[in-house]
């Protein structure tokens, strides 16, 4: 996972702010845009905006 890899979230959790839910329930692949600073994050672009997110919760488009 790096920047200019496409990902979809699909990984949810209770309580996740509603981009997330919106990312997992449509499926719509999001650019990975920059490392965080923390092994277990980083930055993506939605509707224009960079979000961070848990790394854990995206799957990379094209890799098993």
């Known amino acids: 996972m ?3 890899d496409l990902a979809i979230v699909h990984n949810l959790s ?11 329930q449509t499926r719509t692949p999001v ?3 920059a490392e965080s600073g923390s092994p ?3 930055w ?3 509707k224009g ?6 790394k854990f919760r995206l799957k990379v488009l094209g890799e098993e």
């Open 40 to 42: 277990d994050d980083i």
């Open 14 to 24: 209770t309580g996740a702010p509603s981009w997330v839910r919106e990312l997992y």
């Open 44 to 46: 993506i672009l939605h």
């Open 31 to 33: 650019l990975i845009v």
């Open 2 to 4: 790096k920047p200019g």
């Open 49 to 54: 905006e960079r979000y961070f997110i848990q």
